[in-house]
Nanobody, 115 residues
Framework: QVQLVESGGGLVQPGGSLRLSCAASGIPVRFNAMGWYRQAPGKTRELVASIRSDASTNYADSVRGRFTISRDNAKNTVYLQMNSLKPEDTAVYHC?????????WGQGTQVTVSS
């Protein structure tokens, strides 16, 4: 059974930083393409960043240069380092495979960027 547990969200001021973690069980992240997704109130879920098995990465235009996706194979964990946060980054952030498996969604972690 696959379980993805996100953590690290919180309230941060514009320009601040957060690092999100996605602890995976039942799926080896080093052999799977993984992604971070976010959904803001009233908006559709969007892919923010992805990392493939070869460690290549891709980012949405809105976060490129500010966010960095990475993984720790030993800890079976995927991270999202978020810098220079903006109010429009406010959302619930989830990790999942890329492309998603609907059964893999976890609770997500809330990120709120506000002064």
């Amino acid at each position: 059974q696959v379980q993805l547990v996100e953590s690290g969200g919180g309230l941060v001021q514009p320009g601040g930083s957060l690092r999100l973690s996605c602890a995976a069980s039942g799926i080896p992240v080093r052999f799977n393409a993984m992604g971070w997704y976010r959904q803001a109130p009233g908006k559709t879920r969007e892919l923010v960043a992805s990392i493939r098995s070869d460690a290549s990465t891709n980012y949405a235009d809105s976060v490129r240069g500010r966010f960095t996706i990475s993984r720790d194979n030993a800890k079976n964990t995927v991270y999202l380092q978020m810098n220079s946060l903006k109010p429009e980054d406010t959302a619930v952030y989830h990790c999942n495979r890329f492309p998603v498996r609907e059964s893999y969604w976890g609770q997500g972690t809330q990120v709120t960027v506000s002064s």
